[in-house]
């Protein structure tokens, strides 16, 4: 009734667009004809018309809306997507992609929010925007919907084991990461998915599980803990005390303890799924298992690891310099028996040795935590502790050792450049004790224990230096200064001392006379002629 009598307005008829004023006075006029007042859905009737014609009114006036771009690329089933452009009017445009009708969640002049509906088809379609006015068409390309995780079993993941994610949109993912670490997916469906948890020490703890897609990534942070143990090989076997022993099998490398019988034995290496040790001397020739425990897991016994006797010709390390050396420098380790060194683990690189030295490179080795390493010669291995920082580089250099050859317990001056970080000099595995350094001089007095001969000097700082060849010797005798102020006076008998001469027990002089040596020989004579004497037939 109300449409009738509005357009039987001659405002209206007239031609003229009329005014919200006009729309009011023209719908109360219609109200209750007969003079009655008007009912309540009425009221809500007239309110619904009047904001209809204005919304009408808006459209015609701003004209069709037109479409400058569509964002995500691509649109992602179930995902919120936004059309920009111009003349969209609020309450009063709609979104179709591929002719399905969007979930329209916001309209501005300038832009539509929509969400992208379940049924939408995928694949390149055309997003139409549609407003009284007329549509705008945009060409948009639609994508299945990100993945989403529900569950994921074990609730706690293990190294090396395999785990289930549970979800929607799997079927999308293209890479799944355990803290960053690519794993390898087994089974794949829209609504399952499994992968091999990757062996990394590194997951220990709590680690993102990341599904990613081209429409999105799903994430969850999950626990991560090591398997228990398991020896799969230990080599060699026999093996001798001192020698190095590598266990392999399912050993996470971190916090390891080995047992061999019931000695423990030093770690020196340990990386994902294999550990190396020393076999102590404490463990008895004969055969023994040998246990691997991650923490509180242990192994079940493996072996018998069968031992023998170690070889008297093992190398030994009594010390290392520098024990803190900056990440990439030299460290140099002195003992005995290190001529023939031709290894070194925890990614130290044999650079030089002779009997009683060895220059070793880090550039392998891990920065930031002490460990222990171990060299190698056919004969068995030695251990010593060390650490590589980050601490910058000095690398000394030494052009001149002054005097050379140098003296037992006499002075020694190092010169050189980049000195001024010396922490210690050796001499043939001898440290010397310093008196003086700066960045090109170092002096000391030879320490009276160096080995004498042609012996290599280093210098160690931040890192240690090449060797240098250095000649020590014993010094010198020193003349007798009270012989050198007699001068020219005459030389007496027995040295110019004047004493008489010590008696022997038969009153003669010890030492002096000129017929002392043949005291022997009369005393001898005297017996012969007293026993000839003695004899019956001698009278």
């Given at each position: 009734m109300f449409a009738e009598d509005v357009s039987d307005d001659p405002v209206v008829a007239g031609g003229r667009r009329p005014r919200g004023r006009d729309i009011g006075r023209r719908v109360r006029a219609t109200d209750g004809i007969d003079g009655s007042v008007p009912t309540e859905v009425e009221s809500d009737r007239e309110r619904i018309m009047t904001l209809t014609l204005l919304t009408l009114t808006v459209a015609q006036l701003l004209g069709a809306p037109s479409i400058s771009d569509v964002q995500p690329t691509p649109l992602a089933v179930g995902g919120v997507a936004e059309v920009n452009g111009a003349d969209f009017v609020v309450d009063a445009t709609s979104v179709t992609i591929g002719g399905v009708a969007q979930q329209v969640v916001n309209v501005q002049p300038v832009k539509v929010r929509f969400i992208v509906v379940a049924d939408t088809p995928l694949g390149t379609q055309t997003l139409v925007a549609t407003t009284a006015a007329g549509s705008a068409e945009a060409s948009v390309e639609v994508a299945p919907p990100a993945p989403k995780i529900t569950a994921v079993t074990p609730e706690v993941l293990t190294l090396g084991a395999l785990a289930t994610v549970q979800g929607e949109a799997l079927d999308a993912v293209t890479g799944v990461t355990l803290g960053g670490i690519a794993a390898t997916v087994h089974e794949q469906t829209p609504f399952v998915l499994s992968f091999d948890v990757p062996f990394d020490a590194s997951l220990l703890g709590d680690a993102v599980l990341s599904l990613d897609s081209p429409q999105g990534s799903a994430t969850r942070l999950i626990a991560v803990q090591p398997p228990t143990p398991d020896i799969d090989s230990i080599g060699p076997n026999p093996a001798r005390q001192g020698d190095l022993v590598t266990i392999r099998g399912n050993i996470v490398p971190v916090n390891v303890k080995v047992k061999i019988g019931l000695v423990g034995a030093t770690l020196v290496e340990a990386r994902a799924m294999a550990v190396t040790v020393i076999v102590?001397?404490?463990?008895?020739?004969?055969?023994?298992?040998?246990?691997?425990?991650?923490?509180?897991?242990?192994?079940?016994?493996?072996?018998?690891?069968?031992?023998?006797?170690?070889?008297?010709?093992?190398?030994?390390?009594?010390?290392?310099?520098?024990?803190?050396?900056?990440?990439?420098?030299?460290?140099?380790?002195?003992?005995?028996?290190?001529?023939?060194?031709?290894?070194?683990?925890?990614?130290?690189?044999?650079?030089?040795?002779?009997?009683?030295?060895?220059?070793?490179?880090?550039?392998?080795?891990?920065?930031?935590?002490?460990?222990?390493?171990?060299?190698?010669?056919?004969?068995?291995?030695?251990?010593?502790?060390?650490?590589?920082?980050?601490?910058?580089?000095?690398?000394?250099?030494?052009?001149?050792?002054?005097?050379?050859?140098?003296?037992?317990?006499?002075?020694?001056?190092?010169?050189?450049?980049?000195?001024?970080?010396?922490?210690?000099?050796?001499?043939?595995?001898?440290?010397?004790?310093?008196?003086?350094?700066?960045?090109?001089?170092?002096?000391?007095?030879?320490?009276?224990?160096?080995?004498?001969?042609?012996?290599?000097?280093?210098?160690?700082?931040?890192?240690?230096?090449?060797?240098?060849?250095?000649?020590?010797?014993?010094?010198?005798?020193?003349?007798?200064?009270?012989?050198?102020?007699?001068?020219?006076?005459?030389?007496?008998?027995?040295?110019?001392?004047?004493?008489?001469?010590?008696?022997?027990?038969?009153?003669?002089?010890?030492?002096?006379?000129?017929?002392?040596?043949?005291?022997p020989l009369v005393a001898l004579a005297l017996l012969l002629v007293m026993r000839r004497r003695a004899r019956p037939d001698a009278a």
């Open positions: 102590p001397d404490a463990v008895t020739e004969g055969p023994h298992d040998v246990t691997v425990a991650v923490g509180q897991l242990t192994s079940a016994p493996a072996g018998p690891l069968y031992i023998q006797a170690g070889d008297p010709g093992r190398p030994q390390v009594v010390g290392v310099y520098p024990v803190n050396v900056a990440q990439g420098g030299a460290v140099w380790i002195v003992g005995n028996r290190l001529d023939d060194v031709d290894a070194a683990t925890q990614g130290l690189e044999v650079l030089w040795c002779d009997k009683r030295a060895c220059r070793l490179g880090t550039s392998g080795a891990a920065v930031g935590t002490p460990f222990t390493a171990a060299v190698t010669n056919p004969a068995g291995s030695a251990i010593f502790t060390m650490q590589v920082t980050d601490d910058a580089l000095i690398v000394p250099k030494i052009t001149e050792a002054v005097p050379n050859p140098a003296f037992r317990g006499q002075p020694l001056t190092i010169h050189g450049s980049d000195l001024g970080g010396t922490r210690t000099v050796v001499i043939g595995g001898r440290t010397q004790s310093i008196a003086f350094f700066d960045t090109t001089t170092v002096s000391f007095d030879v320490h009276p224990d160096t080995p004498m001969g042609a012996q290599q000097l280093f210098i160690a700082g931040s890192g240690g230096s090449e060797p240098f060849t250095v000649t020590v010797l014993d010094p010198f005798p020193v003349a007798d200064e009270d012989a050198d102020a007699a001068g020219d006076a005459d030389v007496e008998p027995n040295g110019g001392d004047t004493s008489p001469p010590p008696k022997t027990k038969d009153g003669c002089a010890a030492g002096g006379g000129p017929l002392s040596g043949l005291a």
